[in-house]
Protein backbone atom coordinates (compact mmCIF):
# COMPACT_ATOMS: atom_id res chain seq x y z
CA UNK A 1 0.00 0.00 0.00
CA UNK A 2 0.94 3.67 -0.69
CA UNK A 3 2.05 5.58 2.01
CA UNK A 4 0.01 8.54 1.64
CA UNK A 5 -3.39 9.50 1.57
CA UNK A 6 -5.50 12.24 -0.37
CA UNK A 7 -6.82 15.39 1.38
CA UNK A 8 -9.49 17.55 0.80
CA UNK A 9 -9.18 21.35 1.36
CA UNK A 10 -9.13 22.53 5.14
CA UNK A 11 -8.56 26.52 4.70
CA UNK A 12 -9.95 28.42 7.13
CA UNK A 13 -13.94 29.35 6.62
CA UNK A 14 -13.51 32.87 5.72
CA UNK A 15 -10.29 32.65 3.81
CA UNK A 16 -11.92 30.10 1.92
CA UNK A 17 -15.05 32.62 0.98
CA UNK A 18 -13.34 35.30 0.69
CA UNK A 19 -11.09 34.25 -2.26
CA UNK A 20 -13.99 32.23 -3.54
CA UNK A 21 -16.47 35.31 -3.59
CA UNK A 22 -13.31 37.25 -4.68
CA UNK A 23 -13.13 34.76 -7.84
CA UNK A 24 -16.55 34.61 -8.67
CA UNK A 25 -16.26 38.86 -8.14
CA UNK A 26 -13.82 38.60 -11.24
CA UNK A 27 -15.79 35.99 -13.21
CA UNK A 28 -19.15 38.21 -13.08
CA UNK A 29 -16.73 41.12 -14.30
CA UNK A 30 -15.03 38.95 -17.58
CA UNK A 31 -18.78 37.94 -17.86
CA UNK A 32 -20.45 41.26 -18.20
CA UNK A 33 -17.05 42.79 -20.29
CA UNK A 34 -17.93 40.03 -22.56
CA UNK A 35 -21.61 40.11 -22.53
CA UNK A 36 -20.78 44.14 -23.47
CA UNK A 37 -18.65 43.37 -26.21
CA UNK A 38 -20.85 41.64 -27.99
CA UNK A 39 -23.92 43.58 -27.58
CA UNK A 40 -22.01 46.63 -28.54
CA UNK A 41 -19.94 44.95 -31.25
CA UNK A 42 -16.42 44.63 -31.46
CA UNK A 43 -15.26 48.32 -32.01
CA UNK A 44 -15.54 48.76 -28.11
CA UNK A 45 -11.94 46.46 -28.02
CA UNK A 46 -8.80 47.07 -29.42
CA UNK A 47 -9.29 45.07 -32.01
CA UNK A 48 -9.44 46.22 -35.61
CA UNK A 49 -9.23 44.74 -39.31
CA UNK A 50 -5.52 45.13 -39.08
CA UNK A 51 -5.04 43.36 -35.41
CA UNK A 52 -8.04 40.56 -35.49
CA UNK A 53 -6.55 38.70 -32.40
CA UNK A 54 -5.96 40.66 -29.19
CA UNK A 55 -5.78 40.58 -25.78
CA UNK A 56 -8.36 37.48 -25.19
CA UNK A 57 -6.22 35.37 -27.52
CA UNK A 58 -3.09 36.14 -25.75
CA UNK A 59 -4.60 34.68 -22.18
CA UNK A 60 -6.88 32.08 -23.68
CA UNK A 61 -3.91 30.65 -25.85
CA UNK A 62 -1.78 31.00 -22.78
CA UNK A 63 -3.90 29.00 -20.39
CA UNK A 64 -4.40 26.43 -23.36
CA UNK A 65 -0.69 26.08 -22.91
CA UNK A 66 -0.36 25.83 -18.97
CA UNK A 67 -3.13 23.42 -19.66
CA UNK A 68 -1.23 21.11 -21.27
CA UNK A 69 1.68 21.71 -19.49
CA UNK A 70 0.39 21.51 -16.11
CA UNK A 71 -0.16 18.02 -16.84
CA UNK A 72 3.28 17.25 -16.71
CA UNK A 73 3.54 16.52 -13.36
CA UNK A 74 0.84 13.64 -13.65
CA UNK A 75 2.84 12.40 -16.75
CA UNK A 76 5.90 12.20 -14.58
CA UNK A 77 3.85 9.80 -12.66
CA UNK A 78 2.09 8.06 -15.48
CA UNK A 79 3.94 7.94 -18.29
CA UNK A 80 7.61 7.69 -16.96
CA UNK A 81 7.00 6.03 -13.80
CA UNK A 82 8.34 8.46 -11.12
CA UNK A 83 7.13 7.82 -7.82
CA UNK A 84 7.81 11.18 -6.45
CA UNK A 85 4.95 12.53 -8.07
CA UNK A 86 2.37 10.36 -7.96
CA UNK A 87 0.86 11.80 -5.02
CA UNK A 88 0.46 15.22 -6.78
CA UNK A 89 -0.67 13.10 -10.15
CA UNK A 90 -4.70 13.84 -9.54
CA UNK A 91 -4.25 17.75 -8.81
CA UNK A 92 -2.26 17.95 -12.38
CA UNK A 93 -4.66 16.72 -13.78
CA UNK A 94 -7.28 18.79 -12.09
CA UNK A 95 -5.17 22.01 -12.89
CA UNK A 96 -5.39 20.76 -16.53
CA UNK A 97 -8.82 20.80 -17.08
CA UNK A 98 -9.57 23.30 -15.15
CA UNK A 99 -7.00 25.78 -17.63
CA UNK A 100 -8.64 24.21 -20.37
CA UNK A 101 -12.12 25.70 -19.63
CA UNK A 102 -10.81 28.41 -18.71
CA UNK A 103 -8.86 28.94 -21.77
CA UNK A 104 -11.53 27.89 -24.26
CA UNK A 105 -14.61 30.30 -22.45
CA UNK A 106 -12.13 33.07 -23.10
CA UNK A 107 -12.19 31.72 -26.89
CA UNK A 108 -15.72 31.29 -27.25
CA UNK A 109 -16.49 34.19 -25.56
CA UNK A 110 -14.66 36.44 -27.93
CA UNK A 111 -16.01 34.90 -31.02
CA UNK A 112 -18.31 37.35 -33.05
CA UNK A 113 -20.66 34.81 -32.48
CA UNK A 114 -20.40 32.93 -29.42
CA UNK A 115 -24.16 32.06 -29.60
CA UNK A 116 -23.00 30.13 -32.77
CA UNK A 117 -20.87 27.74 -30.82
CA UNK A 118 -23.39 24.90 -31.44
CA UNK A 119 -22.43 25.18 -35.02
CA UNK A 120 -19.01 24.72 -34.38
CA UNK A 121 -19.74 22.15 -32.63
CA UNK A 122 -21.11 20.31 -35.28
CA UNK A 123 -20.33 21.88 -38.36
CA UNK A 124 -16.18 20.79 -39.28
CA UNK A 125 -13.90 21.90 -42.17
CA UNK A 126 -11.28 19.08 -41.56
CA UNK A 127 -9.24 21.06 -43.50
CA UNK A 128 -8.73 23.60 -40.95
CA UNK A 129 -6.24 23.13 -37.88
CA UNK A 130 -9.00 25.01 -35.79
CA UNK A 131 -11.60 22.11 -36.17
CA UNK A 132 -9.27 19.16 -35.38
CA UNK A 133 -8.37 21.44 -32.13
CA UNK A 134 -12.18 21.72 -31.14
CA UNK A 135 -11.56 17.68 -31.50
CA UNK A 136 -8.14 17.74 -29.50
CA UNK A 137 -9.55 19.88 -27.44
CA UNK A 138 -12.58 18.15 -26.19
CA UNK A 139 -10.84 14.73 -26.60
CA UNK A 140 -8.26 16.25 -23.97
CA UNK A 141 -11.08 17.04 -21.31
CA UNK A 142 -12.82 13.43 -21.69
CA UNK A 143 -9.32 11.99 -21.69
CA UNK A 144 -8.44 14.11 -18.07
CA UNK A 145 -11.79 13.80 -16.92
CA UNK A 146 -11.32 9.87 -17.18
CA UNK A 147 -7.66 10.14 -16.14
CA UNK A 148 -9.04 11.74 -12.68
CA UNK A 149 -11.84 9.10 -12.25
CA UNK A 150 -9.20 6.73 -12.87
CA UNK A 151 -6.84 8.12 -10.04
CA UNK A 152 -9.03 8.23 -7.52
CA UNK A 153 -12.04 5.26 -7.48
CA UNK A 154 -9.73 2.55 -6.15
CA UNK A 155 -12.19 0.25 -8.44
CA UNK A 156 -10.21 1.56 -11.68
CA UNK A 157 -7.15 2.34 -10.33
CA UNK A 158 -5.16 0.08 -12.47
CA UNK A 159 -6.25 1.61 -15.74
CA UNK A 160 -4.68 4.81 -14.40
CA UNK A 161 -1.43 4.90 -15.65
CA UNK A 162 -2.84 3.47 -19.30
CA UNK A 163 -4.79 6.41 -19.30
CA UNK A 164 -2.15 8.93 -18.43
CA UNK A 165 0.00 7.70 -21.26
CA UNK A 166 -2.62 8.39 -23.34
CA UNK A 167 -2.79 11.52 -21.87
CA UNK A 168 0.43 12.43 -22.32
CA UNK A 169 0.45 11.56 -25.81
CA UNK A 170 -2.54 13.71 -26.71
CA UNK A 171 -1.35 16.58 -24.95
CA UNK A 172 1.63 16.49 -26.98
CA UNK A 173 -0.36 16.70 -30.55
CA UNK A 174 -3.05 18.92 -28.47
CA UNK A 175 0.08 21.72 -28.16
CA UNK A 176 1.57 20.53 -31.60
CA UNK A 177 -1.75 21.59 -32.67
CA UNK A 178 -2.17 25.01 -30.67
CA UNK A 179 1.67 25.68 -32.46
CA UNK A 180 0.18 24.86 -36.06
CA UNK A 181 -2.87 27.73 -35.65
CA UNK A 182 0.16 29.74 -36.13
CA UNK A 183 2.49 27.83 -37.88
CA UNK A 184 -0.07 27.09 -40.69
CA UNK A 185 -0.44 30.70 -41.57
CA UNK A 186 1.67 31.20 -45.03
CA UNK A 187 0.43 34.69 -44.98
CA UNK A 188 1.99 35.89 -41.48
CA UNK A 189 5.87 35.80 -42.54
CA UNK A 190 6.00 35.74 -38.06
CA UNK A 191 4.41 32.43 -38.57
CA UNK A 192 4.82 30.40 -41.23
CA UNK A 193 7.35 28.03 -39.88
CA UNK A 194 6.74 24.56 -38.08
CA UNK A 195 9.35 25.04 -35.51
CA UNK A 196 6.48 27.10 -33.39
CA UNK A 197 5.06 23.81 -32.62
CA UNK A 198 8.03 22.31 -30.81
CA UNK A 199 8.17 25.63 -29.45
CA UNK A 200 4.91 25.54 -28.25
CA UNK A 201 5.58 22.60 -26.59
CA UNK A 202 8.38 23.83 -24.46
CA UNK A 203 6.49 26.67 -23.84
CA UNK A 204 3.81 24.58 -22.45
CA UNK A 205 6.33 22.63 -20.28
CA UNK A 206 7.88 25.43 -18.63
CA UNK A 207 4.45 27.52 -17.91
CA UNK A 208 2.69 24.72 -16.76
CA UNK A 209 5.56 23.26 -14.62
CA UNK A 210 5.34 27.08 -13.06
CA UNK A 211 2.19 27.37 -12.58
CA UNK A 212 1.85 24.12 -11.19
CA UNK A 213 4.57 24.73 -8.36
CA UNK A 214 2.91 28.28 -7.82
CA UNK A 215 -0.38 26.76 -6.89
CA UNK A 216 0.90 24.00 -5.17
CA UNK A 217 2.60 26.38 -2.89
CA UNK A 218 -0.77 28.17 -2.28
CA UNK A 219 -2.62 24.79 -1.54
CA UNK A 220 0.17 24.34 0.86
CA UNK A 221 0.04 27.23 2.53
CA UNK A 222 -3.69 27.10 2.62
CA UNK A 223 -3.94 23.22 4.41
CA UNK A 224 -0.74 24.49 6.36
CA UNK A 225 1.32 21.83 4.94
CA UNK A 226 4.86 22.03 3.57
CA UNK A 227 6.33 20.86 0.02
CA UNK A 228 8.81 17.93 0.64
CA UNK A 229 12.16 18.96 -0.11
CA UNK A 230 12.71 16.42 -2.60
CA UNK A 231 9.53 17.70 -4.81
CA UNK A 232 10.90 21.54 -5.08
CA UNK A 233 14.45 20.09 -5.73
CA UNK A 234 12.93 18.33 -8.96
CA UNK A 235 10.65 20.84 -9.53
CA UNK A 236 13.36 23.48 -10.07
CA UNK A 237 15.49 20.41 -12.35
CA UNK A 238 12.80 20.45 -14.42
CA UNK A 239 12.46 24.52 -14.54
CA UNK A 240 16.06 24.72 -15.24
CA UNK A 241 16.21 22.11 -18.36
CA UNK A 242 12.69 23.41 -19.61
CA UNK A 243 14.16 27.42 -19.62
CA UNK A 244 16.97 25.61 -21.01
CA UNK A 245 14.89 23.93 -23.88
CA UNK A 246 12.63 27.57 -24.20
CA UNK A 247 15.84 29.19 -24.81
CA UNK A 248 17.05 26.53 -27.67
CA UNK A 249 14.02 26.36 -29.28
CA UNK A 250 13.66 30.20 -29.39
CA UNK A 251 16.95 30.66 -30.73
CA UNK A 252 16.49 28.31 -33.73
CA UNK A 253 12.67 29.73 -34.37
CA UNK A 254 14.47 32.99 -35.11
CA UNK A 255 17.72 31.84 -36.75
CA UNK A 256 14.97 29.81 -38.93
CA UNK A 257 13.35 33.31 -40.01
CA UNK A 258 16.66 35.01 -40.68
CA UNK A 259 18.19 32.66 -42.89
CA UNK A 260 15.02 32.98 -45.02
CA UNK A 261 15.71 36.29 -47.11
CA UNK A 262 11.73 37.29 -47.44
CA UNK A 263 11.57 37.15 -43.85
CA UNK A 264 14.27 39.02 -42.46
CA UNK A 265 12.24 42.31 -42.40
CA UNK A 266 9.37 40.89 -39.75
CA UNK A 267 12.36 39.50 -37.66
CA UNK A 268 14.43 42.84 -37.64
CA UNK A 269 11.07 44.38 -36.60
CA UNK A 270 10.59 42.14 -34.12
CA UNK A 271 14.02 41.92 -32.40
CA UNK A 272 15.83 45.41 -33.40
CA UNK A 273 12.92 48.31 -34.84
CA UNK A 274 10.05 47.17 -33.52
CA UNK A 275 9.63 49.45 -30.48
CA UNK A 276 7.35 48.27 -27.32
CA UNK A 277 6.92 44.81 -29.19
CA UNK A 278 10.99 44.33 -29.30
CA UNK A 279 11.05 45.93 -25.83
CA UNK A 280 8.18 43.00 -24.90
CA UNK A 281 10.82 40.51 -26.75
CA UNK A 282 14.20 41.23 -24.85
CA UNK A 283 12.61 42.53 -21.63
CA UNK A 284 9.59 40.26 -21.12
CA UNK A 285 10.11 37.31 -22.77
CA UNK A 286 13.75 36.89 -23.10
CA UNK A 287 14.97 39.10 -19.99
CA UNK A 288 12.15 38.21 -17.28
CA UNK A 289 10.87 35.14 -18.90
CA UNK A 290 13.97 33.08 -19.80
CA UNK A 291 17.66 34.59 -18.82
CA UNK A 292 16.84 36.02 -15.27
CA UNK A 293 14.97 33.37 -14.28
CA UNK A 294 17.67 30.49 -15.37
CA UNK A 295 20.52 32.32 -14.48
CA UNK A 296 18.84 33.18 -10.84
CA UNK A 297 18.25 29.24 -10.36
CA UNK A 298 21.96 28.43 -11.68
CA UNK A 299 23.30 30.54 -8.62
CA UNK A 300 20.59 29.94 -6.15
CA UNK A 301 21.00 27.69 -3.85
CA UNK A 302 19.32 24.39 -4.44
CA UNK A 303 16.01 23.63 -2.88
CA UNK A 304 15.26 27.11 -1.79
CA UNK A 305 11.04 26.96 -2.06
CA UNK A 306 10.91 31.01 -2.21
CA UNK A 307 13.74 31.44 -5.28
CA UNK A 308 11.48 28.80 -6.97
CA UNK A 309 8.20 30.48 -6.37
CA UNK A 310 10.24 34.05 -7.85
CA UNK A 311 11.70 32.17 -10.93
CA UNK A 312 8.07 30.38 -11.49
CA UNK A 313 6.64 33.71 -11.30
CA UNK A 314 9.44 35.78 -13.73
CA UNK A 315 8.63 32.63 -15.88
CA UNK A 316 5.10 33.05 -16.03
CA UNK A 317 4.71 36.38 -16.80
CA UNK A 318 7.86 35.76 -19.67
CA UNK A 319 5.62 33.70 -20.74
CA UNK A 320 2.23 36.16 -21.09
CA UNK A 321 4.91 38.29 -23.04
CA UNK A 322 6.72 35.53 -25.67
CA UNK A 323 2.15 35.27 -26.39
CA UNK A 324 2.11 38.85 -26.89
CA UNK A 325 5.11 38.61 -28.99
CA UNK A 326 4.00 35.80 -31.24
CA UNK A 327 0.11 37.20 -31.77
CA UNK A 328 0.46 40.78 -31.80
CA UNK A 329 3.98 41.42 -33.20
CA UNK A 330 3.27 38.78 -35.68
CA UNK A 331 -0.02 40.84 -36.64
CA UNK A 332 1.72 44.32 -36.43
CA UNK A 333 3.70 43.99 -38.94
CA UNK A 334 1.90 45.06 -42.52
CA UNK A 335 1.52 42.23 -45.12
CA UNK A 336 4.03 41.76 -47.94
CA UNK A 337 1.13 41.88 -50.44
CA UNK A 338 3.82 43.41 -53.25
CA UNK A 339 7.37 42.19 -52.34
CA UNK A 340 8.96 44.50 -55.06
CA UNK A 341 7.19 47.99 -54.13
CA UNK A 342 6.55 49.97 -51.45
CA UNK A 343 2.98 50.66 -50.28
CA UNK A 344 3.08 54.10 -50.67
CA UNK A 345 -0.64 55.10 -49.70
CA UNK A 346 -3.82 52.73 -48.96
CA UNK A 347 -7.10 53.55 -46.71
CA UNK A 348 -6.97 49.85 -45.22
CA UNK A 349 -3.26 50.48 -43.53
CA UNK A 350 -1.44 48.19 -45.76
CA UNK A 351 1.31 50.34 -45.31
CA UNK A 352 2.03 51.37 -41.55
CA UNK A 353 2.73 49.03 -38.76
CA UNK A 354 -0.67 48.56 -37.05
CA UNK A 355 -1.10 49.84 -33.81
CA UNK A 356 -2.82 47.84 -30.46
CA UNK A 357 -4.39 48.70 -27.37
CA UNK A 358 -6.49 46.50 -25.65
CA UNK A 359 -9.37 47.54 -24.19
CA UNK A 360 -10.61 47.28 -20.46
CA UNK A 361 -13.28 44.78 -21.62
CA UNK A 362 -10.80 42.37 -23.09
CA UNK A 363 -8.43 42.71 -19.81
CA UNK A 364 -11.81 41.58 -18.26
CA UNK A 365 -12.54 39.17 -19.89
CA UNK A 366 -9.31 37.37 -19.67
CA UNK A 367 -9.22 38.22 -16.09
CA UNK A 368 -12.74 36.56 -15.76
CA UNK A 369 -11.58 33.51 -17.43
CA UNK A 370 -8.21 32.78 -15.40
CA UNK A 371 -10.24 33.25 -12.42
CA UNK A 372 -12.59 30.91 -13.65
CA UNK A 373 -9.55 28.78 -13.60
CA UNK A 374 -9.02 29.07 -10.22
CA UNK A 375 -12.36 28.71 -8.87
CA UNK A 376 -12.89 25.55 -10.29
CA UNK A 377 -9.35 24.05 -8.42
CA UNK A 378 -10.30 25.39 -4.83
CA UNK A 379 -14.02 24.25 -5.42
CA UNK A 380 -12.85 20.71 -6.59
CA UNK A 381 -10.02 20.69 -4.15
CA UNK A 382 -12.41 21.80 -1.25
CA UNK A 383 -15.33 19.11 -2.03
CA UNK A 384 -13.31 16.34 -3.60
CA UNK A 385 -10.20 14.77 -2.26
CA UNK A 386 -6.99 15.68 -4.00
CA UNK A 387 -4.36 17.12 -1.51
CA UNK A 388 -1.51 14.36 -0.69
CA UNK A 389 -0.68 14.15 3.05
CA UNK A 390 1.76 11.72 4.46
CA UNK A 391 -0.04 8.97 6.39
CA UNK B 1 -72.01 48.13 -43.73
CA UNK B 2 -68.16 47.47 -42.01
CA UNK B 3 -68.77 43.40 -42.77
CA UNK B 4 -69.39 44.24 -46.67
CA UNK B 5 -66.47 47.14 -46.78
CA UNK B 6 -64.03 44.30 -45.37
CA UNK B 7 -65.02 41.80 -47.49
CA UNK B 8 -64.75 44.10 -50.74
CA UNK B 9 -61.26 45.07 -49.00
CA UNK B 10 -59.68 41.52 -48.70
CA UNK B 11 -61.48 40.11 -52.23
CA UNK B 12 -59.45 42.78 -53.87
CA UNK B 13 -56.51 41.69 -51.59
CA UNK B 14 -56.61 38.42 -52.60
CA UNK B 15 -57.51 38.89 -56.18
CA UNK B 16 -54.13 40.80 -56.63
CA UNK B 17 -51.89 38.49 -54.91
CA UNK B 18 -53.35 35.80 -56.78
CA UNK B 19 -53.06 36.77 -60.81
CA UNK B 20 -50.98 40.75 -60.30
CA UNK B 21 -48.11 40.26 -58.07
CA UNK B 22 -47.24 36.36 -59.63
CA UNK B 23 -47.73 38.52 -63.11
CA UNK B 24 -45.36 41.10 -62.33
CA UNK B 25 -42.81 38.82 -60.62
CA UNK B 26 -42.45 36.69 -63.14
CA UNK B 27 -41.75 39.24 -65.86
CA UNK B 28 -38.98 40.04 -63.64
CA UNK B 29 -37.86 36.21 -63.19
CA UNK B 30 -38.38 35.91 -67.24
CA UNK B 31 -35.54 38.81 -67.61
CA UNK B 32 -32.69 37.05 -65.29
CA UNK B 33 -32.07 33.54 -64.70
CA UNK B 34 -34.47 31.28 -61.96
CA UNK B 35 -32.55 31.65 -58.38
CA UNK B 36 -33.15 28.09 -58.31
CA UNK B 37 -30.64 27.17 -60.62
CA UNK B 38 -27.25 25.30 -59.12
CA UNK B 39 -23.97 27.36 -59.60
CA UNK B 40 -21.79 24.96 -62.22
CA UNK B 41 -18.53 25.13 -62.97
CA UNK B 42 -19.24 25.45 -66.95
CA UNK B 43 -18.34 29.05 -65.76
CA UNK B 44 -15.43 30.48 -63.75
CA UNK B 45 -15.45 34.21 -62.96
CA UNK B 46 -12.61 36.14 -62.51
CA UNK B 47 -11.66 39.67 -63.11
CA UNK B 48 -8.31 41.61 -65.20
CA UNK B 49 -7.38 45.22 -63.66
CA UNK B 50 -4.88 47.47 -66.00
CA UNK B 51 -3.39 49.39 -63.40
CA UNK B 52 -2.35 52.08 -66.29
CA UNK B 53 -5.69 52.70 -66.95
CA UNK B 54 -6.54 52.84 -63.12
CA UNK B 55 -7.12 56.39 -62.23
CA UNK B 56 -5.01 58.43 -59.07
CA UNK B 57 -7.58 59.85 -57.05
CA UNK B 58 -10.37 58.19 -58.32
CA UNK B 59 -12.84 56.18 -56.11
CA UNK B 60 -15.71 55.43 -58.16
CA UNK B 61 -15.14 51.46 -58.24
CA UNK B 62 -14.99 52.08 -54.29
CA UNK B 63 -18.08 53.69 -54.00
CA UNK B 64 -19.84 51.48 -56.39
CA UNK B 65 -18.99 48.42 -54.05
CA UNK B 66 -20.13 50.56 -50.78
CA UNK B 67 -23.44 51.54 -52.40
CA UNK B 68 -23.93 47.64 -53.96
CA UNK B 69 -23.53 46.29 -50.53
CA UNK B 70 -24.99 48.42 -48.10
CA UNK B 71 -21.25 49.61 -46.83
CA UNK B 72 -22.06 52.59 -44.66
CA UNK B 73 -19.40 53.38 -42.20
CA UNK B 74 -19.35 54.59 -38.51
CA UNK B 75 -16.67 57.06 -39.09
CA UNK B 76 -14.01 54.11 -37.66
CA UNK B 77 -11.95 53.55 -40.43
CA UNK B 78 -9.81 50.95 -38.18
CA UNK B 79 -12.95 48.85 -37.69
CA UNK B 80 -15.22 49.77 -40.75
CA UNK B 81 -15.30 47.11 -43.63
CA UNK B 82 -13.36 47.53 -46.46
CA UNK B 83 -14.82 45.16 -49.24
CA UNK B 84 -12.51 47.13 -52.42
CA UNK B 85 -9.99 49.87 -51.47
CA UNK B 86 -7.52 52.16 -53.56
CA UNK B 87 -3.51 51.35 -52.79
CA UNK B 88 -0.77 53.69 -54.54
CA UNK B 89 2.28 51.78 -54.43
CA UNK B 90 5.90 52.33 -56.06
CA UNK B 91 8.24 50.32 -57.67
CA UNK B 92 11.39 49.43 -55.58
CA UNK B 93 13.45 49.29 -58.74
CA UNK B 94 11.99 51.22 -61.57
CA UNK B 95 10.32 53.56 -59.01
CA UNK B 96 7.05 53.77 -61.51
CA UNK B 97 4.18 54.64 -58.72
CA UNK B 98 1.03 53.15 -59.61
CA UNK B 99 -2.95 53.44 -58.01
CA UNK B 100 -5.05 50.36 -58.15
CA UNK B 101 -7.90 48.55 -56.39
CA UNK B 102 -7.59 45.72 -54.15
CA UNK B 103 -10.35 43.48 -53.55
CA UNK B 104 -10.34 39.93 -52.37
CA UNK B 105 -8.33 37.66 -55.41
CA UNK B 106 -10.96 34.80 -55.26
CA UNK B 107 -8.14 32.03 -54.95
CA UNK B 108 -8.45 28.16 -56.25
CA UNK B 109 -6.62 27.44 -53.19
CA UNK B 110 -8.24 29.98 -50.55
CA UNK B 111 -6.33 29.72 -47.49
CA UNK B 112 -9.28 31.45 -45.44
CA UNK B 113 -11.00 28.60 -46.96
CA UNK B 114 -8.59 26.05 -45.61
CA UNK B 115 -8.45 27.59 -41.80
CA UNK B 116 -12.15 28.23 -41.75
CA UNK B 117 -13.19 25.99 -38.78
CA UNK B 118 -17.07 25.79 -39.79
CA UNK B 119 -16.72 25.80 -43.56
CA UNK B 120 -18.26 29.22 -43.54
CA UNK B 121 -15.64 30.41 -45.96
CA UNK B 122 -16.30 28.53 -48.89
CA UNK B 123 -15.39 28.82 -52.42
CA UNK B 124 -18.62 27.71 -55.50
CA UNK B 125 -17.78 25.78 -58.29
CA UNK B 126 -17.78 28.72 -60.39
CA UNK B 127 -15.00 30.34 -58.62
CA UNK B 128 -16.76 32.75 -56.14
CA UNK B 129 -14.83 32.52 -52.75
CA UNK B 130 -17.46 34.10 -49.86
CA UNK B 131 -18.80 33.56 -46.69
CA UNK B 132 -21.76 31.98 -45.28
CA UNK B 133 -23.00 34.55 -43.00
CA UNK B 134 -25.36 31.75 -41.57
CA UNK B 135 -22.42 29.91 -40.54
CA UNK B 136 -19.68 31.90 -39.31
CA UNK B 137 -18.86 31.84 -36.07
CA UNK B 138 -16.48 35.48 -36.20
CA UNK B 139 -13.04 33.32 -34.84
CA UNK B 140 -11.39 35.59 -37.80
CA UNK B 141 -8.82 33.16 -38.31
CA UNK B 142 -9.79 33.71 -41.96
CA UNK B 143 -8.63 37.75 -41.59
CA UNK B 144 -5.69 35.77 -39.78
CA UNK B 145 -4.57 33.58 -43.11
CA UNK B 146 -5.24 35.76 -46.21
CA UNK B 147 -2.15 37.46 -47.78
CA UNK B 148 -4.35 40.39 -49.11
CA UNK B 149 -5.88 41.75 -46.12
CA UNK B 150 -8.81 41.12 -48.09
CA UNK B 151 -11.54 40.91 -45.51
CA UNK B 152 -13.69 42.56 -42.61
CA UNK B 153 -14.73 42.07 -39.36
CA UNK B 154 -18.27 43.43 -38.62
CA UNK B 155 -17.75 45.27 -35.47
CA UNK B 156 -20.81 47.13 -35.57
CA UNK B 157 -24.62 46.94 -34.57
CA UNK B 158 -26.14 47.14 -38.40
CA UNK B 159 -29.01 49.24 -38.59
CA UNK B 160 -29.52 49.15 -42.60
CA UNK B 161 -28.59 46.61 -44.91
CA UNK B 162 -29.20 45.76 -48.58
CA UNK B 163 -31.73 43.28 -49.78
CA UNK B 164 -29.09 41.98 -51.72
CA UNK B 165 -26.33 41.94 -49.86
CA UNK B 166 -27.11 40.58 -46.07
CA UNK B 167 -24.37 41.14 -43.54
CA UNK B 168 -23.80 40.08 -39.72
CA UNK B 169 -22.29 41.91 -36.84
CA UNK B 170 -19.71 39.53 -35.46
CA UNK B 171 -19.38 37.73 -38.95
CA UNK B 172 -16.18 38.44 -41.41
CA UNK B 173 -16.98 39.73 -44.99
CA UNK B 174 -15.26 40.14 -48.29
CA UNK B 175 -15.97 40.67 -52.24
CA UNK B 176 -17.75 38.42 -53.54
CA UNK B 177 -17.63 39.66 -56.86
CA UNK B 178 -21.47 41.18 -56.79
CA UNK B 179 -23.02 37.25 -56.62
CA UNK B 180 -26.17 38.57 -56.35
CA UNK B 181 -25.95 39.93 -59.69
CA UNK B 182 -24.33 36.79 -61.24
CA UNK B 183 -27.11 34.69 -59.40
CA UNK B 184 -29.56 36.86 -61.33
CA UNK B 185 -28.10 36.25 -64.73
CA UNK B 186 -26.00 39.11 -64.41
CA UNK B 187 -22.37 39.64 -65.95
CA UNK B 188 -20.95 42.44 -64.60
CA UNK B 189 -20.15 43.75 -60.87
CA UNK B 190 -20.59 46.69 -59.09
CA UNK B 191 -16.78 48.33 -59.76
CA UNK B 192 -16.46 47.46 -63.20
CA UNK B 193 -19.63 49.02 -64.48
CA UNK B 194 -18.85 52.15 -61.91
CA UNK B 195 -14.86 52.23 -63.66
CA UNK B 196 -16.36 52.07 -67.01
CA UNK B 197 -19.01 54.54 -66.34
CA UNK B 198 -15.93 56.73 -64.88
CA UNK B 199 -14.06 56.54 -68.46
CA UNK B 200 -11.47 54.37 -67.29
CA UNK B 201 -12.09 50.78 -67.94
CA UNK B 202 -9.20 49.98 -65.88
CA UNK B 203 -11.52 46.68 -64.57
CA UNK B 204 -12.51 44.06 -66.50
CA UNK B 205 -14.89 41.07 -65.18
CA UNK B 206 -16.17 37.88 -66.69
CA UNK B 207 -16.12 34.49 -67.37
CA UNK B 208 -12.75 33.04 -67.50
CA UNK B 209 -13.69 29.55 -69.46
CA UNK B 210 -15.63 31.66 -72.11
CA UNK B 211 -12.68 32.20 -74.94
CA UNK B 212 -14.41 35.04 -76.08
CA UNK B 213 -14.95 36.88 -72.65
CA UNK B 214 -13.88 40.30 -72.65
CA UNK B 215 -11.96 39.33 -69.45
CA UNK B 216 -9.84 36.36 -71.22
CA UNK B 217 -9.21 39.10 -74.28
CA UNK B 218 -7.57 41.53 -71.53
CA UNK B 219 -5.67 38.64 -69.78
CA UNK B 220 -4.17 37.57 -73.78
CA UNK B 221 -3.87 41.54 -74.89
CA UNK B 222 -1.71 41.76 -71.37
CA UNK B 223 0.25 39.13 -70.08
CA UNK B 224 -0.99 40.54 -66.75
CA UNK B 225 0.44 38.56 -63.11
CA UNK B 226 -1.13 37.27 -60.10
CA UNK B 227 0.04 39.35 -57.21
CA UNK B 228 2.01 37.13 -54.87
CA UNK B 229 2.46 34.57 -57.14
CA UNK B 230 5.37 32.61 -54.74
CA UNK B 231 2.36 31.49 -52.91
CA UNK B 232 0.57 29.89 -55.93
CA UNK B 233 -2.68 30.37 -54.76
CA UNK B 234 -3.83 30.60 -58.56
CA UNK B 235 -6.12 33.87 -57.52
CA UNK B 236 -9.14 34.82 -60.34
CA UNK B 237 -8.34 38.38 -60.36
CA UNK B 238 -5.19 39.34 -62.63
CA UNK B 239 -2.87 42.48 -62.31
CA UNK B 240 -1.46 43.84 -65.56
CA UNK B 241 1.17 46.70 -66.16
CA UNK B 242 2.84 46.52 -62.34
Given at each position: MSDYTLNKLKAPRLLYWGIFLFLGFLILIGLASSAYMEHEGHYVTGMNNQIVWGLPHIFAVTLIIIASGVLNIASMSS???????KPLAPLSALFAIAFLIAGLIILVLDL?????LIVAMTTYNFKSIFAWNIFLYSGFFVILAVYIWSMLDFNVNRFSSLVGKIAFGWRIILTTGTGSIFG?????EAYSTAVLAPLFIVMSLLYGTAVFYLLLRVISRLQSIDIPDEITKNIRRLMIIFLLANIYFLILYHITNLYISKQIAVESFILLNGGGYTTMFWLGQVGLGLVIPLLYEMTNDEGRSFGLTITSLMALVGGFFAVAVIIIGGQAFPLNIFPDHIILESSFYDNVIHSYTPSIFEFGLGVGGTSLALIIILILITNLKFIPAKK | MNNRRHFLVKSASALTMTFIVPSLLSSYAQAKKPLDQKVTDKKSWGMHIDVDKCADGCTACVDACNEENG?????RPETDSQWIRKIKIKDKTTEKITTMPMLCQHCENPPCCDVCPTGASFKRVDGIVMVNQHTCIGCRYCMMACPFKARSFVHETLSTQNTNAPRGKGCVESCNLCVNRIDHGSETTACEDACIKAGHNAITFGD??????KVRLAIESNSPRRLRDDLNLKQKVFYSNI
Open positions: AFNKKLYGRPDRFLVAR | LTGFGLKDSNS
